[in-house]
């Protein structure tokens, strides 16, 4: 057990199946850290658990007692998962499946849905929480994986509260993109009106990478469709500003900075997310995805190239980057494989969520970049006993910037 001013840590590792289905196919371990405030770690408290967002991401490394954190160790012990594939639970990265088969890869990562997830949260609760039914509260993805726990085994939840993370439950992958490119247009309008100079800066830094051969510090080419990748930052509220100041520091001369590349390759190589740029199988339900934000953006011309400006692209995922970057390349034929698979199995049960009585709570941003308004409200109205808060006042990391407030006021929501 470990202290921190205002926090105690337990860690727990549990060994799972890989496949709940057919557990003689082996096993992985899963990562969770407990949270306490130290003056409440002997009370029997109710426990929370937090989804972080991704696909893919590991939970927060807390260093002190504020935010959500801090507002929900008032009332909570807290467990803070490690999502399967990421952090200290078995990872995805390209160093852990090195060598295995493409086919073999694709039928591997088909096991790191939110369906295999909840079934992990399951054994988490009955080994730590002694089988007690816990709160829940989703950042994003973690809301996808919500439903599907409320789809799987609502009778392990007391109540449910969710960020910037009610999916569209019959929809597909194309569904979303059709939102998302509009909006992401429009925060590039938002940089380029906020930041004038930054439209002839893209453009010359973009010229210069069609022209020399620019290499990032793993050795990857940086190309402009590389740099594009950047817009993924326009869904936090300091998105716009982080990459204005990305841009500043571009050039060192005649050549682009050593800063500049670092920042490019920290944001850009997803060495420890490869899961993220696989996305699109959370949204795949039986139909294949066929790199749905690919084909959906021939379809708008302002994000061309050649366009005038030159616009960032934002949460979508390409072909061409599990060719041409480091971290993904020993995914590109599995991505392949999954990106035509055809037989994904549901993940919401769209009666049960109906018939839903677990008290559920949802801030929805107006403005969301990556999971867009419309699809959120319409699942509201899908779901039995859920109330849902619209918020133009944050955007998709609110929870990170006003997050005990937003709790709490989720948490007054359901009670």
Same mark, same amino acid.
């Given at each position: 057990?470990?202290?921190?001013?205002?926090?105690?840590?337990?860690?727990?590792?549990? !060994?799972?199946?890989?496949?709940?289905?057919?557990?003689?196919?082996?096993?992985?371990?899963? #990562? /969770?850290?407990?949270?306490? =405030?130290?003056?409440?770690?002997?009370?029997?408290?109710?426990?929370?658990?937090?989804?972080?967002?991704?696909?893919?991401?590991?939970?927060?490394?807390?260093?002190?007692?504020?935010?959500?954190?801090?507002?929900?160790?008032?009332?909570?012990?807290?467990?803070?998962?490690?999502?399967?594939?990421?952090?200290?639970?078995?990872?995805?990265?390209?160093?852990?499946?090195?060598?295995?088969?493409?086919?073999?890869?694709?039928?591997?990562?088909?096991?790191?849905?939110?369906?295999?997830?909840?079934?992990?949260?399951?054994?988490?609760?009955?080994?730590?929480?002694?089988?007690?039914?816990?709160? !829940?509260?989703?950042?994003?993805?973690?809301?996808?994986?919500?439903?599907?726990?409320?789809?799987?085994?609502?009778?392990?939840?007391?109540?449910?509260?969710?960020?910037?993370? %009610?999916?569209?439950?019959?929809?597909?992958?194309?569904?979303?993109?059709?939102? !998302?490119?509009?909006?992401?247009? /429009?925060?590039?309008?938002?940089?380029?009106?906020?930041?004038?100079?930054? $439209?002839?800066?893209?453009?010359?830094?973009?010229?210069?990478?069609?022209?020399?051969?620019?290499?990032?510090?793993?050795?990857?080419?940086?190309?402009?469709?590389?740099?594009? %990748?950047?817009?993924?930052? #326009?869904?936090?509220?300091?998105?716009?500003?982080?990459?204005?100041?990305?841009?500043?520091?571009?050039?060192?001369?005649?050549?682009?900075?050593?800063?500049?590349?670092?920042?490019?390759?920290?944001?850009?190589?997803?060495? +420890?997310?490869?899961?993220?740029?696989?996305?699109?199988?959370?949204?795949?339900?039986?139909?294949?995805?066929?790199?749905? =934000?690919?084909?959906?953006?021939?379809? #708008?011309?302002?994000?061309?190239? +050649?366009?005038?400006?030159?616009?960032?692209?934002?949460?979508? @995922?390409?072909?061409?980057?599990?060719?041409?970057?480091?971290? %993904?390349?020993? #995914?590109?034929?599995?991505?392949?494989?999954?990106?035509?698979?055809?037989?994904?199995?549901?993940?919401?049960?769209?009666?049960?969520?109906?018939?839903? +009585?677990?008290?559920?709570?949802?801030?929805?941003?107006?403005?969301?970049?990556?999971?867009?308004?419309?699809?959120?409200?319409?699942? $509201?109205?899908?779901?039995?006993?859920?109330?849902?808060?619209?918020?133009?006042?944050?955007?998709?990391?609110?929870?990170?910037?006003?997050?005990? =407030?937003?709790?709490?006021?989720? @948490?007054?929501?359901?009670?």
């Amino acid at each position: 057990m470990i202290a921190t001013p205002g926090l105690r840590f337990t860690d727990h590792t549990v !060994t799972v199946p890989l496949d709940h289905r057919r557990p003689e196919d082996g096993t992985i371990e899963l #990562f /969770a850290r407990e949270v306490v =405030a130290p003056d409440r770690a002997g009370d029997d408290l109710p426990w929370l658990l937090f989804l972080q967002g991704g696909p893919g991401g590991k939970s927060p490394r807390p260093l002190t007692a504020d935010g959500w954190l801090g507002h929900a160790l008032k009332t909570h012990r807290v467990l803070l998962l490690d999502q399967r594939g990421t952090g200290r639970s078995t990872p995805l990265t390209a160093r852990s499946v090195a060598g295995m088969p493409d086919a073999r890869l694709a039928a591997y990562i088909r096991r790191f849905r939110a369906d295999s997830i909840v079934a992990d949260a399951e054994i988490l609760r009955a080994r730590i929480a002694g089988g007690a039914r816990w709160d !829940t509260l989703g950042q994003s993805y973690g809301g996808f994986i919500t439903l599907t726990y409320l789809s799987a085994a609502p009778e392990a939840l007391r109540n449910c509260w969710i960020t910037g993370g %009610l999916p569209g439950l019959n929809i597909t992958a194309d569904d979303v993109y059709a939102l !998302t490119y509009p909006t992401v247009a /429009a925060r590039n309008a938002d940089l380029y009106r906020e930041f004038p100079g930054d $439209a002839a800066l893209v453009r010359r830094i973009a010229d210069h990478l069609d022209a020399e051969d620019v290499r990032l510090p793993d050795g990857d080419r940086l190309t402009a469709r590389r740099l594009r %990748l950047l817009g993924n930052l #326009f869904g936090a509220s300091t998105g716009l500003a982080q990459l204005h100041w990305i841009l500043d520091e571009a050039w060192h001369g005649a050549e682009l900075s050593d800063t500049f590349r670092h920042e490019l390759l920290r944001l850009t190589g997803f060495v +420890d997310v490869p899961l993220f740029t696989l996305q699109e199988c959370t949204y795949g339900q039986g139909q294949g995805t066929a790199w749905a =934000a690919d084909r959906a953006l021939k379809q #708008f011309p302002e994000f061309a190239a +050649d366009a005038d400006p030159l616009l960032f692209t934002g949460e979508m @995922m390409y072909p061409w980057m599990f060719r041409e970057i480091a971290a %993904l390349r020993p #995914f590109a034929g599995a991505a392949e494989i999954l990106a035509e698979t055809p037989d994904w199995p549901a993940l919401y049960d769209v009666d049960r969520l109906a018939a839903n +009585d677990v008290p559920v709570a949802a801030a929805v941003y107006a403005e969301d970049m990556y999971v867009p308004a419309e699809l959120s409200l319409r699942t $509201a109205g899908q779901i039995g006993n859920l109330r849902h808060w619209v918020s133009a006042d944050h955007q998709h990391d609110g929870l990170r910037v006003d997050g005990a =407030a937003i709790l709490e006021r989720l @948490m007054t929501m359901t009670r």
